[in-house]
């Protein structure tokens, strides 16, 4: 069986990172994976090379692929465009075209890297978060939206920006469904997480997330608003198992979660359509500061592939050597900048991904 895999590396430190994570999937052709990769420009790059950040032909590529292996979109010289063709674009325009509306963003401590979190290691030794976030509905998409001049009232003549946030019952218990099941194979705790005290949409929310916990009562469910939840992540955060929020708030509760860890360069993700289908990208962005540097951090990156061995190829025992890989690495091996501590080699972008390459026949 060979794996069809659509390649988009994006802008600024997109193309370094992807390369890594291309070099270790290559790498385990010998051990008898296969692979075949097809390559296409995606955010500024799309609007440089085809004029649009998700050119038509970049989501043909991705269709036709069975995973989307995904660097960064985010170019600052391009944020004066219009909106729908800043590079951002791409990434919502995939999510919404390919139906990837569940979103794991597993946030996960390695032991080796306990001190490099700007928490005290004893509060995030051993933490193992999943966020799952809703990732095709909320404020995100909801319309109507837009800018316009005020007509009557104390701001008339002014201009007012507006978005809606709305979610339908069915979205909620999709992802509602997703969670559940994700939190059975993990410790069977799940921690929906709305603003009910404030915002309808969330009230259904969480009425939609209890009347599901009817269907799972092997799982523990419960609730938390989200300005709380955010509290909780820095004071306890070894309380959560699986958490399960919506686009918005997953969005900025799953940085926050990364903090954990100690870097963002660390923390992968998976973005799934109901038959699997998925998109892997790591969950920071373009850092066009560090771009083309040989700075960057590909773990997040080679991690994803993992996932997507894992996810939507079934292979479980592809998926964890990778991460066995990583793991040695980080033990005993030289880091990127942004892990870097006294006594480890500091290596780039590339020396990494090969660090991980040559792993890999250490585990
Ligand atoms: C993310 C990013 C995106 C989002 C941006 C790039 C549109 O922050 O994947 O978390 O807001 O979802
Ligand atoms: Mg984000």
Request: with cysteine; net charge negative.
């Amino acid at each position: 069986m060979t794996y069809k895999i659509a390649v988009l590396p994006g802008d600024g430190i997109g193309p370094e990172i992807t390369e890594q994570a291309v070099k270790v999937l290559k790498a385990l052709e010998k051990d008898g994976l296969s692979v075949e990769l097809e390559y296409a420009a995606v955010g500024g790059a799309g609007y440089r090379e085809q004029g649009h950040p998700l050119p038509p032909e970049t989501l043909e590529v991705c269709k036709r692929s069975q995973a989307v292996l995904f660097g960064a979109v985010g170019d600052f010289s391009l944020d004066s465009l219009p909106r729908h063709l800043r590079p951002e674009q791409a990434i919502l325009g995939l999510r919404k075209e390919l139906n990837l509306f569940a979103n794991f963003r597993p946030a996960l401590v390695y032991e080796e890297l306990a001190d490099a979190s700007s928490l005290k290691p004893e509060v995030i030794a051993g933490l193992d978060i999943l966020i799952i976030r809703e990732l095709t509905g909320d404020i995100y998409f909801g319309k109507p939206r837009g800018i316009h001049i005020v007509e009557e009232g104390p701001f008339k003549g002014q201009r007012e920006g507006y978005d809606t946030m709305r979610y339908a019952e069915s979205e909620i218990s999709r992802i509602g469904h997703v969670a559940f099941q994700a939190a059975r194979k993990r410790n069977r705790r799940l921690c929906s997480v709305d603003k009910a005290n404030v915002l309808e949409t969330t009230q259904l929310w969480r009425d939609v997330m209890i009347e599901l916990g009817r269907e799972y009562p092997d799982v523990e469910l419960s609730h938390m608003y989200v300005d709380n939840c955010a509290m909780q992540l820095l004071k306890n955060p070894k309380q959560f198992d699986v958490v399960v929020t919506g686009n918005m708030f997953g969005d900025i509760l799953s940085d926050e979660a990364s903090m954990l860890t100690g870097s963002i360069g660390m923390l992968p993700s998976a973005s799934l359509n109901e038959h699997g289908f998925g998109l892997y990208e790591p969950i920071h962005g373009s850092a066009p500061d560090i771009a083309g540097k040989d700075l960057a951090n590909p773990l997040a990156t080679i991690l994803s592939a993992a996932m997507m061995l894992r996810y939507t190829f079934g292979q479980e025992a592809h998926a964890t050597r990778i991460e066995r890989a990583v793991k040695h690495v980080l033990a005993n091996g030289p880091r990127t900048p942004d892990l870097w501590v006294e006594g480890k080699a500091k290596v780039g972008t590339q020396a990494m991904g090969d660090a991980v390459v040559q792993a890999l026949a250490a585990v």
